[in-house]
């Protein structure tokens, strides 16, 4: 049994280090900047708005002077929130931009630039159309 007690030093040893290991604080993949409050408030009450659009137009810049990507879903928010405000070509360019980042989102992203061309009186293409889901009638 000596031997076993020779070993409980280095096993506590290795047993700590690895418990601290765990409480080391990992890099975040994403910069999201307060983003979960934000749109907390924003929910709780539409008033705080452009509090709101402020948060993802500095989550944006922060993003991009980190050189980290832009957490997704935060090009597509702002450029919702750019749409709302009646300015439609920044929300295509916002809508441009989610979609090259994340190319999983063409098929939304694509909708939601028809959608805002047409807001504006522009037609949108025969392309653009046919990514609008349409309601099929029951």
């Known amino acids: 049994m000596p031997h076993l007690r020779s070993l409980l030093p280095s096993g506590l040893t290795v047993a700590a280090a690895l418990l601290l290991a765990g409480c080391v604080q990992q890099q975040q993949m994403y910069t999201w900047g307060g983003y979960d409050a934000s749109m907390y408030q924003y929910a709780k009450d539409t008033t705080k708005q452009s509090e709101f659009r402020e948060t993802l137009a500095n989550i ?16 597509a928010e702002y450029g919702y929130q750019l749409l709302e405000m009646g300015k439609p070509d920044e929300a295509v360019a916002a809508f441009n931009a ?31 159309t046919s990514q609008i889901p349409q309601e099929t009638p029951k």
């Not at 989102?105 to 807001?119: K, L, P, V």
């Open 60 to 75: 944006i810049a922060a993003s991009k002077s980190a050189g980290t990507p832009v957490p997704p879903g935060i090009h």
């Open 98 to 128: 989610e979609k090259a980042a994340w190319p999983e989102s063409t098929q939304f992203m694509e909708s939601m630039i028809a959608y805002a061309r047409a807001g504006r009186g522009q037609k949108p293409t025969a392309a653009q």
